[in-house]
């Protein structure tokens, strides 16, 4: 059950990593915009569920700290990360937003019945490691004048890392209530870009493709297999295989022309790689030794 949970949540990761690619491929609509676009659809799994079951609406029926627990930490997470973005250099920025996993993994020790182990933190950092040499292939500076967009970037961090941690405590409160996350997250999405931005919409069906992708994938499923994941998996093993979202990405991109590869890309996936195997130690022994009892 754990290891098929964990599983589950690892696709989250997997459908984190076309969420630059299908952005890309998006055009040049404003964040919020495309924010509350793509919750919008993000929610349709969960009402198409409700129309086929209408029984599971009442999953929706959840304490306020459930839904104030789930509202901050997909829009809040996605706030703080386009305020970061543009009050502070790209990368700077995104390398102190992605320090989530490392978060998550330590934090893990608050959580009851978890242990945090050294090869934990040891493979979160190797992922971070990882993550440095994709992301700050230029060099990496970091300037004062940006104070507020670093802070905002580490905001980002802990809100993510902070939602993912108090979800596991609550396992009672079904995944249906995701899509409710979802539909406000596209109503204060909305609300955002009204008052900050300008509505541009797509130029052709390509980008509508790619905006709808995003929608269903990355900004959809991703976010239901990760609730479950987190909720009934292994949650250290999940934080530091969540490293594997931006080497996966750069990898992706690279396939489809928009990066070169690079030996600097071939370390960090062995960084990446081999932290997330660390930290999975106690799953693969306890799938081994499961293996030859049943053999």
């Given at each position: 059950m754990k290891i098929r949970a964990t599983l589950i949540g690892f696709t989250a990761i997997l459908m984190w990593s076309f969420l630059a690619l299908l952005t890309a491929a998006?055009?040049?609509?404003?964040?919020?915009?495309?924010?509350?676009i793509t919750f919008a659809i993000g929610s349709l799994p969960g009402i198409i569920t409700f129309i086929l079951r209408p029984e599971r609406i009442g999953e929706l029926r959840q304490p306020a700290k459930v839904w104030l627990t789930g509202v901050i930490g997909l829009f809040g997470y996605h706030f703080l990360?386009?305020?970061?973005?543009?009050?502070?250099?790209?990368?700077?920025?995104?390398?102190?937003?992605?320090?989530?996993?490392?978060?998550?993994?330590?934090?893990?020790?608050l959580l009851p019945g978890e242990k945090l182990r050294w090869y934990h933190?040891?493979?979160?950092?190797?992922?971070?490691?990882?993550?440095?040499?994709?992301?700050?292939?230029?060099?990496?500076?970091?300037?004062?004048?940006?104070?507020?967009?670093?802070?905002?970037?580490?905001?980002?961090?802990?809100?993510?890392?902070?939602?993912?941690l108090i979800t596991r405590r609550f396992e009672a409160a079904s995944t249906d209530v995701v899509t409710g996350f979802c539909l406000a997250t596209s109503i204060l999405s909305l609300a955002c870009h009204l008052g900050l931005e300008t509505t541009v919409w797509p130029e052709s069906v390509s980008q509508w493709a790619a905006v709808v992708g995003l929608g269903i994938f990355p900004v959809g499923l991703a976010f239901y297999a990760w609730d479950y994941g987190v909720k009934n998996g292994d949650i250290q093993i999940l934080g530091a295989s969540s490293y594997a979202?931006?080497?996966?990405?750069?990898?992706?991109?690279?396939?489809?022309?928009?990066?070169?590869?690079?030996?600097?890309?071939?370390?960090?996936?062995?960084?990446?790689?081999?932290?997330?195997?660390?930290?999975?130690?106690?799953?693969?022994?306890?799938?081994?030794?499961?293996?030859?009892?049943?053999?």
């Open positions: 998006s055009g040049k609509m404003p964040p919020f915009q495309l924010s509350a990360y386009f305020t970061a973005l543009r009050n502070a250099p790209a990368v700077e920025a995104g390398l102190i937003a992605y320090l989530w996993p490392l978060l998550i993994v330590v934090g893990s020790a933190v040891l493979g979160a950092l190797a992922g971070l490691s990882g993550t440095v040499l994709i992301v700050a292939k230029n060099g990496i500076s970091f300037d004062p004048a940006y104070g507020f967009g670093y802070f905002a970037a580490f905001l980002c961090a802990f809100t993510w890392s902070a939602y993912s979202a931006p080497l996966l990405s750069t990898l992706i991109l690279t396939l489809f022309g928009f990066a070169e590869p690079s030996l600097r890309i071939g370390l960090a996936c062995l960084l990446i790689t081999g932290g997330a195997m660390l930290a999975a130690r106690d799953m693969i022994r306890r799938r081994q030794s499961t293996e030859k009892v049943e053999a």
